[in-house]
């Protein structure tokens, strides 16, 4: 009998251990919870749908269904919101905070332009962060396609190193920066969301050859979802 309460004594330790991870666990569960990200879309561009619509096995049909959101933990925030941005050319049309001054709408002033050629728009955090999610709009005054399009992180100002990829649709690799896999897309209030697994990255850099109806690159906004101060 006295030797089953000492070891019952014996348990007591273990058996508040075990409570205590009882309380802890489900609070570490919801830490890792994710949730769908939720963006502020802007409104739909009242120009209509052309006719000659560009198809083709890798171009996902236009559709007014929004996309599948991407999964992001719970609390994420835009920290691209009006943070410093470069090019690989000075625009000729509209000024560069234009990519993360949160303005979206489909107007000419929501949107810089630049050259032809494949050009690519880059934004400083200011420092590394565990990126969750990357949306971008380009230019949804117009239903178009961009081509080559690709999302490129890294904590080299340069992208010469360390450089991850989340996201290419240059098949033809026309812009010479790999053989893409992802899919072209129409360009619509809903932009594009680009998954990133908490990718650790100071910049982000934006790719894009013109589109189908121009040989022109623009940009209207880049979001880049991390949590507060990770
Ligand atoms: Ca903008
Ligand atoms: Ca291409």
Redesign the pocket.
Known sequence: MIDSVRSFRNLLPVAAGLSLLLVVSPRAAEADAKVPLALSLPSKSLKGTPEDLPSGPNIDPLSDIPPKPVNVPKGVVNVALDKPVTSSVAPYLGELKIVTDGKKEPIDDDAVEFRKGTQWVQIDLGRSHAIHAIAMWHDHRYIQVM??VIVQVSDDPEFKTGVTTLYN???????ELGV?TDREYFEQHFGRVVPANGVKARYVRGYT?GSNQSGLNVWQEIEVYALPGQ
């Open positions: 081509r080559d649709n240059d098949t033809d690799n026309s812009s893409g050859r």
